[in-house]
């Protein structure tokens, strides 16, 4: 079925990259995050609940966390661009080949018809990254459904 013993291997190798391309944006996200939670404690629901009695685990885990994870999925999808971006930086101090490589050898080499290619690959992550976030905002928050017709 395969040998585990390279797939660990590989994981192993994947740590310290990935940790490094997600530091960027972890900070931000965060903080976006606490900024909307601490926003939406002060509203009249969340006080309405909190004066019934509910547990403060139901409300933040049920309630605030729904309602406060829009801004950071927004930011979430634009933190994508940088990804990519990142990842050119990341994959030159790793040694790796990869996506970002060939766009970066394809630049020093002057070839046109790659360099296209790339920024064409990379904006279509990025316009799927941001139309899975706006589907993700839609289904989170039923205020932005569309409403039917009367």
């Known amino acids: 079925m395969g040998?585990?013993?390279?797939?660990?291997?590989?994981?192993?190798?994947?740590?310290?990259?990935?940790f490094a391309l997600s530091m960027a944006g972890i900070g931000q996200?965060?903080?976006?995050?606490?900024?909307?939670?601490?926003?939406?404690?002060r509203k009249d629901h969340v006080l309405t609940l909190k004066s019934f009695g509910v547990p403060e685990r139901v409300i933040i885990f049920r309630y605030l966390l729904k309602l406060s994870s829009i801004a950071p999925l927004t930011i979430m999808g634009l933190e994508f661009a940088s990804l990519i971006g990142n990842a050119f930086v990341i994959e030159m101090i790793f040694a790796w080949g990869g996506f970002a490589s060939y766009g970066l050898n394809a630049v020093l080499q002057k070839d046109l018809?790659?360099?296209?290619?790339?920024v064409l690959v990379a904006g279509l992550f990025f316009i799927v990254a941001n139309l899975i976030v706006d589907v993700l905002i839609t289904i989170i928050d039923p205020r932005l459904r569309r409403k039917e017709a009367r």
């Open 113 to 118: 018809n790659a360099v296209t290619a790339v």
């Open 3 to 18: 040998r585990p013993d390279v797939s660990l291997n590989a994981l192993q190798h994947l740590i310290l990259p990935a």
């Open 29 to 41: 996200i965060t903080r976006i995050t606490r900024s909307a939670m601490i926003e939406n404690q």
